[in-house]
């Protein structure tokens, strides 16, 4: 009995694999059931060839250059970024506006000898001012006193 069990597991697993393609065969369902034990449907697998997959194209020397900027006026969004590499060596620079009204500027490197490197500045805004509102207390009225009671004590 273990097995079997293997047996349908290691099969179910080559097909969740993609090693045997299963296509899916579809039968008409017995219009009523003989057998209250009737064996459940079993999924048919049909061998086919495997495709080995074409040679991709490879470039020795990659090189490519991008920019992109975002000012959006309405929403206050403002970003952009430069990246440009020439083999292995990939040089760029981005910017962001920080919540606080700092502008977040990252000139990065990247290449095998030095590895991955990021120089980050936060540059101050000029047009973007901190409000700070001072609440005055509030004085609250302030109700009357009860008068002193003498209360007289009889003995």
Not at 13 to 29: E, I, K, R
Not at 47 to 56: D, I, R
Not at 113 to 119: E, I, P, Y
């Amino acid at each position: 009995m273990a097995f079997k069990f293997f047996a349908v597991l290691a099969f179910v697993s080559a097909v969740s694999a993609g090693v045997l393609p299963v296509q899916q065969v579809y039968h008409a369902a017995p219009a009523v059931a003989t057998y209250a034990h009737a064996p459940a449907p079993v999924a048919v697998a049909h061998a086919q060839p495997v495709l080995a997959k074409a040679a991709e194209e490879y470039d020795p020397h990659p090189q490519y250059k991008f920019a992109y900027d975002v000012q959006d006026s309405l929403s206050g969004d403002s970003k952009s970024q430069v990246e440009e590499r020439d083999g292995d060596v990939v040089r760029g620079e981005y910017s962001l506006i920080d919540s606080d009204g700092f502008k977040r500027i990252v000139q990065y490197t990247s290449d095998p000898v030095n590895g991955f490197n990021a120089v980050v500045n936060r540059v101050p805004l000029e047009h973007v001012k901190t409000v700070v509102k001072t609440v005055a207390p509030v004085a609250l009225p302030v109700a009357a006193a009860p008068l002193p009671v003498a209360y007289h004590q009889h003995h």
